[in-house]
């Protein structure tokens, strides 16, 4: 499993989160021991890490995302794009070695693969918004 797919994996896990509305990590052990053939050591810290980070964070997580979303309450944004924004900002807050122009792109073609082009502009604006804003700059 690459990092795309291991991204990919990251979403999905956080949008089945999201739907059942239960966080527990637990949840994606059992998930990653399912897929732990085809998942590379390297690739196993990443998603354990990035989902770590996003369930502990979610709620400073979510701020953010009511704030870029300029007017959108966290029940009116499709749970697929939730999932998509809460991993990207994740990855854009929690880790430092992924550039952010990398973590946005990835967001952007989740978004037009799990759900529509209207939601790949929506994830585009919210995170470009947060990222300039913010002065992040990880091109390095």
Known sequence: MNRKLAREFCMKMMFQMGVQNNYDLNIIQDHLEEENENVETQQMEYIEGLLKAVVDNRSELDEIIVEFSKGWKLDRIAKVDLAILRISLG??????????????????????KYSTNESATFVNGILGRYVEEKGINKNE
Do not use: G, M, R, T
Request: avoid cysteine.
């Open 91 to 112: 990855e854009l807050l929690y880790k430092k070695d992924i550039p952010f122009a990398v973590s946005i792109n990835e967001a952007i073609e989740l978004a037009k």
